[in-house]
C-alpha cells in the first residue's frame, strides 16, 4: 500500500466515522421522542436505562473504532513521522475512552439517583475531551512537516482552540442543567467532527491531485 493509498483510506474512514457518528445522534433523537437534541446531551442516548442504550451504544462504538482505524491510516502513510505516531495513539486512546462511556460507564439519565458508574462516565468524558484537543494540535504541527498536508496544519489549529474554547462552556451549561446544554455539546463535537471531515476529504480529493512527497515519504510501503 503506497503512501497515497493509505492517505485514501485514512479520509474514508474519516468520513465514514462523522457519518456514522451524525446518523446515530439524529436516529436516537427519532427513536426517541422525549428526546430533545437541544436539552439532552449525547451521551443520555446510551444512558443506563436508555431505551435504545444496546442498539445506539453498538454504532457509536463503530464511530470510535473508524475513528482509530483513520488515527492508524495517517500513520501508516508515513510510519516514519513521529508526530503522526503520537496522534495515532492519542486517537486510539480517546476510541478507548469512548467506547467505556457507552458500555461500562454510561452516564446517569436526568432525575436518576447518582451513581460511582455515573461519575466515572463524566472522568473519562473529560479524558476523552483531552485526547482530542491534543490530538487536534499533534496533527497540525504533523502536517506542517508533510508538503502534501501542510496546507491542513492552520485549519487544526484553529479547531484545537476552538474546541478548548467551547468544552469549558459545554462543562458549565452541562453543570447548571441549562436548557441548551445539549446545543453547547453539539457546538463542541461538531467542531471535532467538522475537523476530522475536512481533513478527510481534503486528502480524498486534493492529496492525489496536488500532493507532493518527498523521496524517503514515496518509498514508504507497508
Keep these: 500500500m503506497t503512501t497515497r493509498t493509505a492517505l485514501r483510506l485514512a479520509s474514508v474512514l474519516g468520513v465514514s466515522g462523522v457519518a456514522v457518528y451524525v446518523g446515530t445522534t ?66 486510539i486512546l480517546s476510541g478507548v475512552a469512548g467506547v467505556l462511556m457507552v458500555t461500562a460507564f454510561p452516564t446517569d439519565l436526568p432525575g436518576a439517583v447518582p451513581t460511582a458508574i455515573g461519575r466515572g462516565h463524566i472522568a473519562i468524558a473529560g479524558v476523552a475531551s483531552a485526547l482530542i484537543v491534543a490530538a487536534t494540535f499533534v496533527l497540525g504541527f504533523a502536517f506542517r512537516r508533510v508538503d502534501a498536508l501542510r496546507f491542513l496544519a492552520p485549519g487544526s489549529f484553529i479547531a484545537g482552540a476552538a474546541i478548548v474554547v467551547s468544552g469549558p462552556l459545554t462543562a458549565f451549561a452541562v453543570a447548571a ?41 514515496r518509498a514508504i510501503r507497508l
Excluded: C, K
Excluded at 58 to 84: D, K, S, W
Design 26 to 91: 439524529v436516529l436516537g433523537g427519532v427513536l426517541d421522542p422525549t428526546y430533545s437534541h437541544a436539552s439532552h446531551t449525547i451521551s443520555e442516548l446510551t444512558g443506563a436505562g436508555a431505551p435504545n442504550r444496546d442498539l445506539l451504544a453498538a454504532l457509536y462504538i463503530t464511530y470510535n473504532l473508524l475513528l482509530v482505524g483513520f488515527g492508524y491510516a495517517l500513520h501508516r502513510a508515513m510510519p516514519h513521522e513521529q508526530l503522526l505516531r503520537i496522534g495515532m495513539h492519542l486517537f
Design 177 to 217: 442543567n441549562s436548557p441548551f446544554e445539549g446545543v453547547f455539546e453539539r457546538i463542541t463535537i461538531g467542531l471535532f467532527l467538522l475537523w476530522v471531515w475536512g481533513i478527510s476529504m481534503y486528502m480524498l480529493l486534493e492529496v492525489p491531485v496536488h500532493g507532493t512527497f518527498d523521496a524517503r515519504t
